[in-house]
């Protein structure tokens, strides 16, 4: 969709800021950039929209060479959303979405009516913001309105330079969350700058990391760049706790779940005692009929008569196997339990521990991949 190859640029001062740098990103992908600070990455997103030209070398949208198109066309098929929204101070929320709209010759209707359904998607209900300013509203807010504006025009290519790098923390994750809600309903292209690691990793389909004077280290998918960095300089940049930052993009599979013991609802309390007994462990994992969780009974409860249902407890949590690494061990951290049953649905798969945690992480680490060849 977007192809760069043998990109350079060297500003009038003879700063190099991007060196020979052959990228594609995919049709309907999110590629974040990520570096230090005056790695080119800002540099790389303003070529693309032409905002400035490189040195030397071509950038390709869907086949088409940009500098051949019109830079005013060019903009109208990329949205661009930057720190600070950029919004026009002087305009009300409403109006500022509605600029590429208005620019594109669509009546006032239409591109009014697209302008509040753009706010809805972004969370701010049109009746009540629609009317505002800019500084009326928050910096997430604005930065809202800023992801509304870009995508006012249905682009098919959005460029975001630190897009919630001015918000605070907190808006950020919620920021982070929503927009990927929005990604996976609209699927645009996305090429995203970031210098934070973490929010490459928790929204990007791949990540590009690039050093200071524009080179490029490494491009490839989160859990690889995590797991399997490139070189002691992607290494250093991912962290020292990249293994950690690895279980918010590792699944929970049901290959690394341990088994203990199970007994049936319907089962007396003797027969429970016995399994427990006979598997050596404090407890029982209790499913009905079907299979599906029910609780868990430990072998205290099973002493004197009666079914297992009489004295089985409930789980506080439970994991879906589509969750995360991370979700599950913050689960055990946070109640304290040394394991979490895992479903799909209602069915019981397994239970995770601490133990089986760290062996999938294992599992997982990748081979070293996407070192840019020379
Ligand atoms: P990043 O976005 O990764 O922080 P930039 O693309 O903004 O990096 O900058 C890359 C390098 O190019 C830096 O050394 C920066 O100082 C330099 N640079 C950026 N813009 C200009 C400019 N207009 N003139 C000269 N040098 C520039």
Request: charged share 25%; glycine share 10%.
């Given at each position: ?6 990109v ?7 700063t190099?800021a ?6 594609d990103?995919?049709?309907g ?10 790695c080119?990455?800002s ?13 030397h ?6 086949g ?6 019109d830079?005013?066309q ?7 959303v930057?720190?600070?929204s ?16 208005s ?7 239409r591109?009014r009516?697209?302008?509040d ?11 009540q913001?629609g ?19 870009a995508?006012?025009?249905?682009p ?7 897009p919630?790098?001015a918000v605070?923390p ?6 982070q969350?929503q927009f ?11 090429l ?7 929010e490459?990793?928790r929204?990007?389909?791949?990540i590009a990391?690039?050093?200071?004077g524009g ?10 760049v ?8 992607v290494?250093?940049?991912?962290g020292s ?9 590792t699944p ?6 341990e088994?203990?013991p ?11 005692r016995a399994?427990?007994d006979a598997?050596?462990q ?19 409860e ?11 407890r ?13 979700r599950a061990?913050a ?7 040394g394991?979490l049953?895992?479903v799909?649905?209602?069915?019981y798969?397994?239970?995770?521990t ?21």
């Amino acid at each position: 969709m977007i192809r760069l190859h043998g990109v350079e640029k060297t500003y009038g001062d003879g700063t190099t800021a991007v060196r020979s740098l052959t990228l594609d990103v995919r049709r309907g992908e999110l590629l974040a950039l990520v570096g230090p600070s005056g790695c080119g990455k800002s540099t790389i997103l303003r070529m693309v929209n032409r905002l400035i030209e490189p040195t030397h070398g071509s950038i390709e949208l869907d086949g088409e060479d940009v500098t051949h198109v019109d830079p005013v066309q060019l903009r109208r098929r990329i949205g661009y959303v930057i720190q600070a929204s950029g919004l026009f101070p002087h305009e009300r929320v409403r109006q500022n979405v509605m600029t590429v709209p208005s620019l594109l010759g669509w009546d006032k209707q239409r591109a009014r009516a697209r302008a509040d359904e753009l706010l809805e998607l972004v969370g701010l209900d049109p009746s009540q913001y629609g009317n505002r300013y800019p500084h009326e509203l928050s910096g997430g807010q604005q930065q809202r309105v800023g992801v509304a504006r870009a995508l006012a025009a249905d682009p098919p290519v959005l460029l975001m330079d630190e897009p919630f790098g001015a918000v605070d923390p907190i808006q950020r994750d919620r920021l982070q969350a929503q927009f990927r809600h929005i990604q996976a309903e609209l699927g645009k292209t996305v090429l995203l700058v970031t210098h934070d690691i973490d929010e490459a990793v928790r929204l990007a389909d791949r990540i590009a990391v690039l050093s200071v004077g524009g080179v490029l280290e490494q491009v490839a998918d989160p859990t690889t760049v995590l797991g399997a960095p490139a070189n002691d300089f992607v290494a250093d940049f991912v962290g020292s706790d990249r293994g950690l930052r690895r279980l918010a993009v590792t699944p929970i599979d049901p290959q690394d779940l341990e088994h203990p013991p199970t007994v049936r609802q319907s089962e007396d309390l003797a027969t429970a005692r016995a399994v427990i007994d006979a598997a050596a462990q404090p407890f029982a994992v209790v499913l009905d009929d079907a299979g599906n969780l029910r609780g868990w009974v430990g072998r205290r409860e099973t002493e004197g008569t009666g079914t297992v249902a009489d004295r089985q407890r409930r789980f506080e949590e439970t994991a879906d196997v589509g969750d995360t690494l991370r979700r599950a061990l913050a689960e055990i951290v946070q109640h304290d339990a040394g394991w979490l049953p895992v479903v799909d649905g209602d069915r019981y798969l397994g239970v995770l521990t601490p133990t089986s945690v760290y062996t999938a992480l294992r599992r997982t680490a990748p081979q070293r991949e996407g070192t840019p060849v020379a």
